[in-house]
């Protein structure tokens, strides 16, 4: 390990570690179980012993609303089959509406510069409350699916809580996906009642979707009424488009705010269905349980980002991204959402730090891929912005790199708490991802997150430590997956997270723990590259190729050669920039010196556009198949579907 990497950038101060969440929660924990837990890793270790009372703390923790009966956990050997709170009740909106102050915050919203509103907790109730009323009169109830096509705006907050006030079901993509995307997530899951935009901004345009709904809405043949959610200004007109359509005003219009009820159903009980990126085909349908969903989300806002009542939790996503689900998670620790819709460098560069000073954002959410772009803008917010309230920036969708560790804190602030985060979709949080009260260090994810056993395997599922392997959790948490939709046998479900460790969940990252207790992820097992045989993380040669000025941004495939596998790394340049002999020879040379010989490639190629899931994630395996000639099973799952077309029948790889 280089010297530099052995001095972190950040360490919190004495007070803030003794004013943190994790402080009073291990204070609380040896004061009930007669333990001597003296710092988060010995509340970890013990988290992982003793799941039962682990769970139940974090449930007495968030003050969760509901019938805790009976034991916290049944078979927890098994996995699957382990049963967090089987005879639990409770409703996820009713603790996420929790009482407060009807005058108190509640949400922000920005849509780039075109829209901004402020909604109080009172307002966003009564607004529940009436399509609570609404979707009864419509026949929804428990079980059934509402899907939405909708912007991160505050009604489809508010159309979210409705739906699983009843014990619905919810579910929703954004409304940048096309005709084949939108259906071939909600055709699956059979909608009830479906919900959808009218339009949304994006880079100072306006985009209308009437068009697109009217070719959608005809085939989800399960839906008894669309509702059009106003944007643009035109619902009334693309609602009269559409059968059985109506606005949302017209919609909740028979209906005045009254009292909420809240049906309160099992621990397990669906709440969301969230999809996996379809690049390898037809979305999995991804169900999550109610009850696991909030006890990990309190869990990861209270101790791992230690934020409190009153705080604003802003995270850039959109309606597509677990993210999403994330955030919303945050009224149950009465906290103010922060929501924005639209590009990031809309109207400019600064635009969601301008946002975070007038509204004193206490985390700022996003991705990996952000903050490499604002590093290469040359963005400087510590010179130009209030940030005195900001506590701590996450950032996931992709390993952030080592030199945009060292931006954060040079550029943006020098102390606030950076928490490079991992997990997904499949549990809609965590595996590894920030503590408060430990160093950060340069490219690393600080620890494994509270309650789960985390831990990296050999091929030969052996534990290792400081070399390459698999990333696992061999032991049960509450949000794994209830199941995957039309999965009976649960054979898919089985097939994806343990048919390679018998009993313990592989989640299809390469991994490696680091001398501080730390964590790199190298990228995803699936797209990891094998050269002479040799395991090399894509992460690993990004975070060298895109130290080059020239480059904006990477990705690398391994192409099969001469019975043997090479790395290639297609580069998108900057303007005006050319990728000459000198240019190709620095790139190399910044990979070999800065990562190893092995993870040169044997050829570099500029292309003008890398291909990217909806949620921001670039994509090895669309690059992979198109190289090799192979179809790409599910273009719709792409942002920039078209940019594949770059990739094929390269003459540069053909030798």
């Keep these: 390990m280089s010297a530099e990497n052995d001095q972190p950038l950040w360490t919190p101060s004495e007070a803030r570690v003794a004013r943190s969440a994790v402080f009073a929660f291990i204070r609380t924990v040896n004061e009930r179980h007669g333990t001597r837990l003296a710092d988060y890793r010995d509340l970890h270790a013990w988290s992982i012993a003793e799941p039962a009372a682990f769970w139940e703390a974090v449930w007495d923790l968030g003050e969760v609303i509901g019938e805790r009966a009976g034991p916290a956990l049944r078979d927890g050997e098994r996995m699957p089959g382990a049963e967090f709170f089987p005879q639990a009740r409770l409703n996820y909106a009713e603790n996420l509406l929790r009482p407060r102050d009807p005058d108190s915050l509640a949400l922000v919203f920005r849509g780039e510069d075109k829209v901004e509103r402020r909604v109080g907790f009172g307002e966003l109730t009564a607004l529940v409350s009436r399509l609570q009323q609404a979707m009864k009169a419509a026949g929804i109830g428990i079980g059934d699916r509402v899907a939405a096509t909708m912007p991160n705006m505050p009604e489809t907050i508010a159309i979210m809580l409705a739906a699983t006030s009843l014990g619905a079901i919810f579910s929703s993509c954004s409304p940048d996906f096309g005709e084949r995307g939108i259906l071939d997530r909600f055709s699956q899951i059979a909608p009830k009642l479906y919900f959808a935009v009218d339009g949304y901004w994006y880079s100072g345009k306006r985009v209308a979707i009437g068009d697109k709904l009217a070719a959608v809405v005809p085939h989800l043949d399960s839906t008894v009424k669309t509702v059009i959610v106003p944007y643009l200004g035109e619902a009334e007109e693309v609602a009269a488009r559409l059968p059985n359509g109506a606005s949302l005003d017209a919609f909740i219009a028979p209906f005045a705010p009254a009292p909420l009820t809240f049906e309160r159903v099992p621990f397990n009980h669906p709440v969301f269905i969230l999809f996996s990126s379809g690049t390898t085909g037809v979305p999995k349908c991804i169900v999550h349980g109610g009850g696991g969903t909030l006890l990990q989300h309190i869990k990861e806002h209270r101790l791992h980002c230690d934020l409190h009542p009153g705080d604003r939790l802003f995270y850039f996503t959109t309606c597509g991204w677990m993210m999403w689900n994330w955030l919303v998670s945050g009224l149950a620790s009465k906290l103010a959402l922060c929501l924005f819709d639209g590009s990031p460098f809309a109207p400019g560069p600064s635009v969601l730090f301008d946002y975070a000073e007038k509204e004193g954002f206490a985390l700022f959410g996003t991705s990996a891929k952000y903050i490499d772009s604002l590093r290469k803008e040359g963005l400087r917010p510590v010179d130009t912005h209030d940030l005195s309230k900001l506590k701590a920036i996450t950032s996931t969708g992709s390993p952030l790199a080592p030199a945009d560790f060292a931006y954060v804190y040079e550029a943006i602030k020098p102390d606030l708490h950076l928490a490079s985060i991992s997990g997904g979709t499949d549990i809609v949080s965590c595996f590894v991802l920030g503590d408060p009260t430990a160093p950060v260090y340069r490219g690393e994810i600080q620890a494994p997150g509270l309650g789960m056993a985390v831990e990296v395997w050999s091929d030969d599922g052996k534990p290792v430590v400081g070399e390459r392997g698999e990333l696992v959790c061999t032991r049960p948490f509450p949000c794994m997956p209830v199941m995957f ?94 990728l000459d002999a000198d240019l190709d020879k620095r790139i190399k040379t910044q990979i070999r010196v800065g990562a190893s010989p092995r993870h040169v490639p044997a050829k570099i190629v500029a292309v003008a556009d890398i291909p990217r899931t909806r949620s921001g994630k670039i994509t090895e395996l669309a690059v992979r198949e198109v190289v090799h000639g192979r179809p790409v099973k599910n273009t719709e799952a792409l942002a920039n579907p078209e940019s594949l077309d770059l990739y094929r029948n390269l003459p540069e790889l053909a030798n």
């Design 485 to 578: 939709w039309n999965d009976k046998d649960g054979a898919k479900y089985h097939a994806a997270y343990f048919e390679r460790f018998a009993n313990v969940w592989c989640h299809g990252d390469f991994a490696e723990w680091t001398s501080h207790g730390g964590i790199i992820i190298h990228g995803r097992s699936d797209a990891t590259l094998n050269p002479q045989g040799v395991r090399i993380g894509t992460a690993e040669i990004y975070a060298q190729a895109e130290q080059v000025p020239e480059i904006l941004e990477a990705i690398a495939i391994g192409q099969e050669w001469d019975n043997d596998v090479r790395v290639v790394l297609f580069v998108r340049l900057k303007a005006g920039v050319a």
